[in-house]
């Protein structure tokens, strides 16, 4: 398995499953956990029918895990033949879907029926090219961490590449494949349980409490689906967001030294709602010189002043509204003209403001 540190030269995704909830499954239904296991060998036929056309490359599965050997013999040995009937009853339909099988994990402890029918699936279905099926036997991640780095310390120039096909050797696998895109868990568990540990490293992690035996390929394409909304980074920082529209002109007008730093934008002309309207205006207003080329146009001709448009009624005092020839309006401006002026400082002075009152007022010429 090599390390996220190179560059996926494929686009097919690596989806690892542990198919947990059989025993439950059963449990709940009142029958015997091995039926619980049948249940799940059908389940296991609709993901691998359904994955190749949901873009995944490379299927594994976690069948039986090291530590499962401490359960009950009974239901180890039903194990055990269950396993033993699939591999024997699906290699000619893996062989017509073009799908590659292999196992990886410990084979010394496993029955010699057991491991002849491993190596002939994998001897016939060694050039399926839609989909690598690879079911974890005996497998623990720690052990293979384990015996990889033990030869690894020894290597003359040890590496994470290195170390990670390594691994890959020591968990019984051949070529070495991608690391780990999306690892789904069933049965409602949160955690590896020891479980393709260093292929792991960034890969996404899905659980649902969904029992192994209910699971369905809408189930995987569910998965699949919120895998892909995700953003992975594998250590990085995101690509930079575009700077929007005007925040180059903004950062310069507060630091002039971000003009330095910000790419300058291209100018845009600056929207005209009425553009059409005006340029019309402008048109009837030059005689549509400036329609033709060469032809200079001439300035517009000032229309009338918006006063002359509505004049103020003819022979009318503007102040009162009365026609001019009106008697009442000559009265009252010479009762306006016979009115005493207030003399500054002559408020308090009675005499002052007699003489005021009665000094002529200059009458004006009409």
């Keep these: ?12 995704l690596h989806v690892a499953v542990v198919m947990d909830g059989n025993g439950r499954w059963a449990t709940r239904r009142g029958l015997p956990r091995t039926a619980g296991h049948r249940a799940g060998a059908e389940a296991v036929r609709r993901v691998v029918e359904a994955a190749p056309g949901l873009g995944i490359g490379v299927l594994t599965l976690f069948a039986f895990s090291a530590d499962n050997w401490g359960r009950p013999r009974p239901e180890v040995a039903a194990l055990m033949r269950l396993l033993r009937a699939y591999l024997r009853a699906e290699t000619a339909r893996c062989v017509e ?27 016939a279905t060694r050039g399926g090219p839609r989909l690598h099926l690879r079911i974890a036997l005996d497998y623990s991640a720690r052990e293979a961490i384990a015996r990889a780095a033990l030869g690894w310390a020894r290597a003359a120039s040890p590496d994470l590449e290195l170390l990670g096909r390594m691994v890959a ?32 490293a960034y890969a996404e992690l899905h659980f649902t409490d969904r029992m192994w035996p209910d699971f369905e390929a809408a189930d995987l394409a569910a998965a699949l689906a919120e895998f892909r909304r995700r953003e992975r980074r594998f250590g990085r920082l995101p690509d930079p967001p575009r700077a929007p529209a005007g925040a180059h002109d903004a950062a310069s007008a507060l630091d002039p030294r971000m003009a330095r730093v910000l790419p300058p934008e291209p100018r845009r002309a600056p929207a005209d709602p009425l553009g059409g309207a005006r340029r019309a205006r402008r048109g009837r207003a030059t005689g549509d010189r400036a329609l033709r ?22 022979g009318r005092d503007r102040r009162t509204g009365l026609r001019r020839d009106d008697p009442s309006l000559h009265r009252r401006g010479a009762a306006a003209r016979a009115r ?27």
């Design 1 to 12: 398995m090599q390390s996220n540190l190179n560059t996926r030269a494929s686009a097919a």
């Design 97 to 123: 879907n073009g799908l590659r099988v292999s196992v990886i994990g410990r084979r010394d402890r496993l029955a010699p029926s057991i491991v002849r029918a491993i190596r002939r699936v994998e001897h």
């Design 169 to 200: 050797q020591s968990a019984g696998d051949g070529p070495a494949v991608p690391d780990v895109d999306l690892l789904v868990r069933t049965g409602g568990e949160r955690r590896l349980s020891d479980f393709l540990l260093w292929e792991c």
């Design 293 to 314: 080329p060469g032809v200079p146009a001439r300035r517009a001709v000032r229309g009338p002043p918006p006063h002359a448009l509505h004049p103020p009624a003819c």
């Design 340 to 366: 005493p002026r207030p003399v500054p400082g002559a408020q308090c002075d009675p005499h002052a403001q007699e003489a005021v009152a009665s000094s002529p007022r200059p009458t004006r010429a009409r």
